[in-house]
């Protein structure tokens, strides 16, 4: 089989370059009253920032990326969108699937990362016939974090530099797995959604597979919720999941911080337009695209 093997060297510097370039003349203003050691280690780091991309896009230039339109058999921007009533009774057979199913995540998230990337890739290879090698590194800290303090983790498309931000339990598996088709050159968010969840579903790992429903379930209830925070609580409490289940699904959705709503008031329509602009629906992407088109291809 036809192997890519992207670098991302980036990944594997102690701590993200992005991070070092943005935060350096601070750091050293602070600390040494000067800006010059700072600016030295900035340029240093985006010198290795920058190498380290373009390698990353010299080598992405023979990759062959999956259509899914034509792999998979179906438009994801022409699908027919579901009904409450079909939503509610993909809600039921999913709470009963892992209920049943349900099994503690256990593995510490290095080896979880490279279990995820190890499957992502197999699953891909299927559909281009060609494996597409990257990193599997992920980190548990960068600025993007102040940036965009609603998500749960963030890939720099340009590094791949992967963050997680927070434990999220039996959905981590498929945070990382939604990273890690960024890191691999897929940059539309339903694109990143609609491949992680194939991809794990049809994992013989139960844990990866399990990850995947519980994602789907999360986002089914996010439609039926709305926009509210209270109403996709209500949402969890009523489904009929198991308890160690109901908690971890509110956990995705604590009640946010002062910081958090004025950023999220900020970037919302910021997020919502950079989205569109590359060919999406918009933030509904993540949730009616995705369970529409997984629901409608089968």
């Known amino acids: 089989m036809d192997r890519v093997e992207i670098p991302n060297q980036a990944t594997y510097s102690p701590v993200a370059l992005t991070d070092v370039f943005i935060a350096a003349p601070l750091v050293s203003r602070v600390l040494l009253g000067a800006t010059l050691p700072g600016r030295m280690l900035q340029a240093v780091a985006f010198g290795a920032y920058a190498g380290s991309a373009l390698a990353d896009w010299i080598a992405r230039q023979d990759a062959v990326p999956v259509d899914l339109a034509d792999v998979l058999g179906t438009d994801p921007a022409g699908v027919e969108p579901l009904s409450d009533e079909e939503r509610r009774a993909e809600v039921a057979e999913l709470v009963a699937d892992l209920n049943a199913r349900y099994e503690p995540l256990t593995l510490p998230r290095d080896e979880l990362a490279r279990l995820v990337n190890e499957r992502l890739t197999d699953y891909l290879a299927s559909l281009t016939g060609q494996r597409v090698e990257t990193s599997s590194e992920v980190r548990s800290f960068s600025l993007a974090k102040l940036v965009f303090p609603f998500a749960l983790g963030a890939c720099d498309v340009l590094s791949g530099d992967v963050a997680l931000f927070r434990e999220t339990g039996i959905f981590e598996p498929h945070v990382i797995a939604h990273e890690f088709c960024h890191r691999k050159g897929y940059i539309r968010e339903l694109e990143a959604q609609v491949l992680a969840y194939m991809a794990l579903s049809t994992a013989p790992e139960n844990v990866l597979v399990q990850a995947a429903h519980a994602e789907r379930l999360h986002r089914h209830l996010r439609v039926l919720a709305g926009e509210g925070i209270e109403a996709f609580h209500r949402e969890v409490d009523e489904c009929g999941l198991r308890a160690e289940l109901t908690a971890q699904f509110h956990g995705l959705r604590p009640p946010?911080?002062?910081?958090?709503r004025g950023v999220w008031t900020v970037m919302k329509p910021l997020y919502e337009q950079?989205?569109?602009?590359?060919?999406?629906?918009?933030?509904?992407?993540?949730?009616?695209?995705?369970?529409?088109f997984v629901a409608r291809r089968g």
Not at 256 to 260: D, I, L, R, V
Not at 274 to 292: I, V, W
Request: aromatic share 12%.
């Open 256 to 260: 946010p911080s002062a910081w958090e």
């Open 274 to 292: 950079r989205m569109k602009m590359t060919g999406q629906g918009g933030l509904s992407d993540y949730d009616r695209g995705f369970t529409d």
